[in-house]
DNA sequence: GATACGCCGATTGTTGACAGTATCATGCGT
DNA sequence: ACGCATGATACTGTCAACAATCGGCGTATC
């Protein structure tokens, strides 16, 4: 047996309880999440094989789950790639977000807790320090996990899985370090509106705010991709 | 234009262009729609395999396809069933969808045009005639087509995705026919709040109406299955 | 009579092999 | 030199066989 430290080796030798298929999605996904699996770059169903120790058929089946999650693209007799997204499939997925991450705020309004509200505060003032400080490495894994909280704790389990299956699939868009950007201090304000919301228990306000901060992060990365037409050289 | 008058006879040898695996997708997808494969059920690999003369390879494949759509479950050594939804993952659903089908309606309210304007009203039309003259049969499929048509409209094409797969797994709640119903005449007087919203082209009061139609839905399910604590039999 | 144990059939998990197809390189003709 | 036909090659699509596992049933024991 092998003492398997948690470090992600390719090796899945651990795992008997779950089907081998299933765990080579999570191996899988991970590697297009990691980008080390670009976005447009073929999968080569061999190479995989030979790589975690399987044969092609549990590869097959985990591309297949991968496809119908929408990370990759199989074309028949040809491979499966990485699915890569267009500027419009992001913005799609920005509208989807968007109505998913408000409808999460609207519910969660709807049964908060002194606890929820406790952690929601303790996020935004985390924000604060780091953006105060212009830390933004360590800024962004706390904006996650803050809108990951909320979405959570909305009580609705398959609205969250939905919602994070599409800020994951937004790593596939080109440009996703565009994503992560988008002025901290202006998002933390916008943070503050939604907690508020939250805590006045007002379901309809907080679905608007919750909706309106993805919205932005949409405009905003509207106009930081698509300039707003100005004479661009010429 | 559908010209295709597709009997559905378990045989897919036409298919050459497409995978087998994703032939055998819809197949199975609609077996499990049009309820030959009951929820709960198990599916057993190679009685599939030879009603439609492949081996277990693709029906793996499509499977595992299936699993990630949420239609079935597979159970390492044991198999795969036909997801059965409980009324609270129906409920769910319905949470997930009342805000996919709003933003919908904002989305199409902010690019309306006259065309779709009267599409829109000759679905109100005929449903009226319909629901007068007490067709409920007929009256339940061009409801489904009038939803179909706005989210198709709304210029989103993986929100329509989402949408509509979210629909189809309504399907697989038991009291599915309880869906269904809910009063011809009152679900066509929210129809025109909505129709009439997009046209105003208010994209905030065609989310409202639009929501709140789905949601008076999900209200009504709940009334229907979880009476008001009520003394029943005992 | 009830419970625990072990065998057996059925079904899934996985594999390696074979067939078909698209891509790429080579060579010929113009 | 360029374009096109042709063959080699690598990869995917599909299949049938082997191995592993689970649930049911009968039996034995307390």
Redesign the interface.
Do not use: W
């Given at each position: 047996m092998s003492s398997t430290t948690s470090r992600h080796v390719d090796d899945l030798s651990v795992v008997k309880?779950?089907?081998l298929?299933?765990a080579l999605v999570r191996e899988i996904e991970r590697l297009i999440l990691t980008g080390e699996l670009e976005p447009g770059s073929r999968i080569n169903e061999i190479h995989l094989a030979n790589r975690f120790g399987t044969s092609r058929?549990p590869i097959?089946?985990?591309t297949?789950?991968?496809?119908?999650?929408g990370l990759v693209e199989?074309v028949?007799n040809r491979g499966v790639f990485v699915r890569r997204l267009s500027t419009e499939?992001a913005v799609?997925?920005y509208?989807?977000r968007?109505?998913?991450f408000?409808?999460a705020g609207r519910?969660l309004a709807e049964h908060m807790t002194d606890e929820i509200l406790a952690r929601l505060t303790g996020f935004i003032t985390d924000m604060d320090k780091l953006a105060e400080s212009g830390e933004f490495d360590a800024y962004y894994p706390v904006n996650l996990a803050f809108h990951s909280f909320i979405v959570d704790s909305a009580g609705?389990?398959?609205?969250a899985a939905?919602y994070r299956r599409f800020v994951d699939k937004l790593h596939l868009f080109r440009a996703r370090s565009l994503v992560q950007g988008g002025g901290l201090a202006v998002s933390n304000r916008e943070h503050r509106e939604m907690v508020d919301a939250l805590a006045s228990g007002d379901g309809e306000r907080a679905f608007i705010t919750h909706w309106r901060h993805v919205d932005r992060a949409k405009k905003r990365l509207l106009a930081s991709i698509d300039p707003p037409p100005r004479r661009l050289s010429s």
């Open positions: 309880s779950v089907s298929a299933s058929g097959r089946e985990a297949r789950s991968l496809e119908a999650k199989v028949r499939e799609e997925i509208d989807v968007s109505a998913l408000g409808q519910l609705n389990k398959t609205l939905e």
